[in-house]
């Protein structure tokens, strides 16, 4: 899908320069997995504290053979 963007020039050549990518599009590219990635985990870390777990569960107890 060909998509025509307007992109901060600036921050493009830096982050080709800083990533070493042979290519703009590869630089784009990484830089839109990366920033999926970051905000998947600040979602799973939004989680930490929120979540109620079982008192009487034994995880030890699930080890044994």
């Known amino acids: 899908m060909a998509t025509n ?3 901060n020039e600036t921050l493009l050549e830096k982050a080709y ?3 070493k990518f042979s290519s703009k599009k590869e630089t784009v590219n990484t830089a839109l997995e990366e920033f999926i990635q970051r905000r998947k985990s ?3 870390i939004s989680l ?3 979540i109620e777990y079982d008192p ?3 995880y ?3 080890r044994t053979r």
């Open 5 to 7: 963007l307007a992109i």
């Open 17 to 19: 320069k800083i990533g």
């Open 42 to 44: 600040e979602d799973l």
């Open 48 to 50: 930490f504290g929120k």
């Open 56 to 58: 009487d569960y034994d």
């Open 60 to 62: 030890k107890k699930i």
